[in-house]
Each structure stands twice: as C-alpha cells, then as structure tokens.
C-alpha cells in the first residue's frame, strides 16, 4: 500500500506539474496544487475552508485569492485539462463529445448568472446558475472536457449588475446551444478525436445548431421533442411523432445502447430516412426508441452522418450521452464540482476548471489500474 501511495504522490507531482506554465509565480502554482490536492481529498465538503484546513492553512483566504486574485491562466489551464483527457481516452472513430447542463443551487442575487430558472438537479424552476458542459466519452472512459456559465438575459442586460460580479463588458447574451457551439469549435481546433456530437432535446430542437454541425460535417444524434417538424421523402413537413407512428411493426429491432448499472439498456429502436435532399455521401434519420415496457414511451433524434452508417451506431450515440449525466455525478461527488462559495464570474470558471482537472487525474488513474490489470492478465505464469 505504502508503495501505491508514492506512485500516486509522484504521479500527482507530475500532474500538475504539466499545469505550470498557467501559473507564472511560484504562490500560485503551489497554491493550484494545494487545491486540486484537497479536491481529491476525502473532505466531504470542498470549499474555502475546508480547502484550507486540508492544506494545514488557518483560514481560506489563500484559497480565495486562487481564485479571485492571483494572475493565471484559466483557459489555458481548461485546455490542458482537455489534452490530458484525450490523451488517456481519446479514440477518433468511437469518441463522442456530449452536450449538457447542469443547475448549481444558490441563495441570494449577486453570484454570476444567478436567476430563477430551471435547474435539472433540482427538476424545478429554483434560484441557481446553469453551467453547460461539454464531455468526452469513448470505450475507455468519460470526463468533462469544457464548460460555460449561462448568463440569462436580464444578467446581461444590466451591465451594472454584471460588473459587480466581475462579468466583462464584452460577454453577452449567448443561449445554451450557442454555448455549446463554442465548447465544440475549441474541440475542433485543439484537434480532440472524435466521431460523433450528441446532446439532449434542449440543443437538437434548436435547428441553427443542428445546422452548424451540419455545416461543419461533424455526425450527430441529438434528441428532439416528438413535436419536432422533420421534412419527410415526399418533401412534406411533418411532426417526428407522426413519422414514427406509421412506420410497420416490422422497422423496429431489439438493441442495447450500452450497459447500464443493472447491465445492457435494451429498447425496441427504429429508423427512418428522412430530408431527401442531401449531398451525396451523407444520410439523414430519424431515429426513435420505444421502450419494452411501455410502448406509449418514446424518444425521438434526429441524426445526420456517412450515408452507410448503420441503425446500430446511431444508437450507440444516442446511448452514449448518459455519459455526460454519469461525469456530473462522479465531479460533484468526488471533486467538488458543486462545492464552491464563490460569487465571481472569474472565480467561478476557476474552480469549475481546477474540479475539472481533479477529476481528469483520477481519469489517469483509472487508466493506469486498468493498463496495470490487462498486463497482469496477460503475464505467463
């Protein structure tokens, strides 16, 4: 045991040590570590104080000072995150980037983004800020990769109120696929393996979003609302509930979309082409999933690839994006995603990204374990 531990102390200093140049004084950089350090401590709750008391510190103040005063590079440190991310779990045909939010719950009025809005944590409308995240996911894993904080628009139609919460003057309104689009073109451009994008109704209802990835040639399966308009074969307009409804008994196939907690998710899947108008080597569907036990429930997306890709693909997508909901689990309970008091717009991309690096290290770990477990079981004996 005594050895495990040193490997993951060095393997911890090699870490953040990747991280060092995002940090151009000293404090800064041992402070950063500090933190992460206590990030995947077994405090149970990781905020200022306890981040503190875990470093053997009096009081938070040199954790708050990370965050809201120390000169350092905050998106560059979310890049790096990103790399060390893909280079563990990266796989260019099976990758999928996934889309999504979630709600972080807040008393009062002056935290960046705060509003009365809905909250999946909460499955309410509760006073909150929305982060939307971008995850990474493959056979080798899932971690976050990218996020955004949501400004509703009477955040960022009162330019007083945004500069009393450290907002600059050139962020503006951007809805939750706009977001989304931005984490995606970063992914692009800092070159993140990938075959696929997929997200919830929230994103495939939006049609400029669909069309962005469209447009960009990058395969996706989104979810959109039955009542989503699809253009059929026959060139009409029709709602995606109707489509699916005259489809035979016999266009639907038994699948799994992934394991589950309690083994293979099976449903009854089925697909239909549809946009006629297409560029030549691309197909568009739309797929829908009916479940076994109850055939009145349905989930609708809509999907655009390689002309001959198969239903069975398109459904391993669209399984895919729990993943994302699995990633926000595994950061709030293990890294403290959720555990700041902080109320900075700043401050509130910086502790976001250091939970983010946390869990990518825990990424690496499980990584070695399992490189560790397949050599032992290939070992002659």
Known sequence: MADVTLG??????????????????????????SYVRGLLSETERKNGWTLAEAAGEPGPEGMQRLLNFYAWDTSGLRDDVRDVVVECLGDARQGVLIVDETGFLKKGT?????????????????????????????????ALIDRELYLPKEWTGDRERCR???????????????????????????????????????YGQDTKFRLWLEACDIPHVVAV??????????????????????LPEAAWKRL?????????????????EIRPLRRTGWGHW???????????????????????????ELVRVAGSRWAIEECFQATKNETGLDHYQVRGYQAWYRHITLSMAASAFLVIVRDAAKKGARTRAHRPR
């Open 110 to 142: 002056k935290s960046a983004g705060v509003a009365r809005q809905y909250s999946g944590t909460a499955g309410r409308i509760e006073n909150s800020q929305i982060g939307v995240f971008l995850a990474y996911a493959s056979p080798e894993g899932r």
């Open 256 to 272: 799994s979309c992934g394991d589950g907690a309690r083994g293979p998710r099976v449903s009854d899947w089925a697909a239909t």
């Open 286 to 312: 739309l797929l829908a999933r009916r479940s076994i036990n109850d055939p009145s429930d349905l989930a609708y997306y809509i999907c655009f690839a390689g002309a001959d890709t198969p239903i069975e």
């Open 164 to 202: 009393a919460a450290g907002v600059p003057d050139d962020v503006a309104f951007a809805t939750k696929p706009a977001l989304a689009q931005q984490m995606i073109e970063r992914a692009v451009l800092g070159d993140v393996p990938f075959g696929w994008v997929t997200a919830d109704e929230a």
């Open 8 to 33: 993951w102390s060095a393997g911890f200093e090699a870490f953040v040590g990747r991280f060092a140049g995002r940090f151009p004084r000293v404090e800064a950089r041992r402070r950063m570590a």
């Open 225 to 246: 609302p039955k009542s989503a308009m699809v253009v059929a074969m026959n060139l009409t307009k029709v709602r995606s509930h109707h489509v699916i409804a005259d």
